[in-house]
């Protein structure tokens, strides 16, 4: 099936450490194809946040890493900061779909 | 540094067209690809398709095969989506966003651009 499934929302304390999860395919993640990630504030335009499933392009703080494993793939945000508060999407391809695909995001609440 | 910078806002009728522009600037579209990407109200987001100005490739996902063109001219930076037939349920903000080169790259999205409201209503 042709669908990255994320978790709707997650939440952590500031200085704590939070998980999102992006459950995948044989025919997206399970063919070898990458995770990238992206973060999206309120009212702004999507960040590549994590590409390659753990590079950061520059300026990305290193509390944000990415995992792969099969057909899942997670990112790990470490030390919360009230700016953190975002939807997080992850983001593959599809060769069932011939295109890329993204998941349904994971919203982060700061509490 | 380079930005994308999309056209503004439209509200358009049900059945009609509309054409968002991306306009790539602090660099050339010559060695890359853009790709279009939509995101409905409070909905996530969603791959439209892409071109690549040389050697002037498009493609489409396939749900948008029938009703979506999108070119790129090298030669203004600038890359078009045109989207025909609209219905409500196009409602949404469309981005253009540029395809990342490099190792571990591939089909990430580096820059985007400020997204362009469109308005599907009668």
């Known amino acids: 099936q042709s669908v990255l499934t994320q978790p709707p929302s997650v939440s952590g304390a500031p200085g704590q450490g939070v998980t999102i999860s992006c459950s995948g395919s044989s025919s997206n993640f399970g063919a070898g194809y990458d995770v990238h990630w992206y973060q999206q504030l309120p009212g702004a335009a999507p960040k590549l946040l994590i590409f390659g499933g753990n590079s950061r392009p520059s300026g990305v703080p290193d509390r944000f890493s990415g995992s792969k494993s099969g057909t899942s793939a997670s990112l790990a945000i470490t030390g919360l900061r009230a700016e953190d508060e975002a939807t997080y999407y992850c983001q593959s391809y599809d060769t069932t779909l011939g295109a890329p695909l993204f998941g349904g995001g994971t919203k982060l609440t700061v509490l | 540094q380079v930005h994308l910078v999309q056209s503004g806002a439209e509200v358009k009728n049900p059945g009609s067209s509309v054409n968002v522009s991306c306009r790539l600037s602090?660099?050339?579209?010559?060695?890359?690809?853009v790709s279009w990407v939509r995101q409905a109200p409070e909905q996530g987001l969603e791959w439209m398709g892409r071109?690549?100005?040389?050697?002037?490739?498009?493609m489409s996902a396939q749900k948008f095969q029938d009703r979506i063109t999108i070119i790129a001219d090298d030669s203004t930076n600038t890359a078009y989506l045109e989207l025909s037939s609209l219905k409500s349920e196009d409602t949404a903000v469309y981005y253009c966003?540029?395809?990342?080169?490099?190792?571990?790259?591939?089909?990430?999205?580096?820059?985007w651009g400020q997204g362009t409201r469109v308005t599907v209503s009668a």
């Open positions: 602090g660099g050339t579209f010559r060695s890359y690809t």
């Open positions: 071109t690549t100005p040389i050697p002037g490739i498009s």
């Open positions: 966003a540029r395809d990342a080169n490099g190792p571990g790259r591939r089909d990430a999205f580096d820059i």
